[in-house]
């Protein structure tokens, strides 16, 4: 079993910066690899980023490349989430998950434990 807890959301302007965290408690958290996710209103939880445990190779949605960054702290056994240059549309509660497996990691399907999610809500 893996717990996560997400922390860092939050009201901000649009172009604006927030950072959110994800803490994990339980099995071995450098043994997983991390992504996050987001849902806004009336659609589907869809892929924003992932980093794999083996060499730290990162993916992103395209709605997000060269605006957020992903991190790991295996010590801290947390994953950030850097978003920068926030717009509108980034509006939605944003989730972090483990996957054991490293294949799959843009699916929701490829990922075994989930956190309770964060609201963040971009204002124009």
């Known amino acids: 079993q893996v717990q996560l807890v997400e922390s860092g959301g939050g009201l901000v302007q649009a172009g604006g910066s927030l950072r959110l965290s994800c803490a994990a408690s339980g099995r071995t958290f450098s043994s997983y690899a991390m992504g996050w996710f987001r849902q806004a209103p009336g659609k589907e939880r869809e892929f924003v980023t992932a980093?794999?445990?083996?060499?730290?190779?990162?993916y992103y949605a395209d709605s997000v490349k060269g605006r957020f960054t992903i991190s790991r702290d295996n010590g801290k056994r947390t994953v950030y989430l850097q978003m920068n240059s926030l717009k509108p549309e980034d509006t939605a509660v944003y989730y972090c998950a483990c996957a054991a497996k490293e294949g799959g990691l843009v699916y929701r399907v490829g990922y075994d434990y989930w956190g309770q999610g964060t609201q963040v809500t971009v204002s124009s």
């Open positions: 980093i794999t445990w083996s060499t730290g190779y990162t």
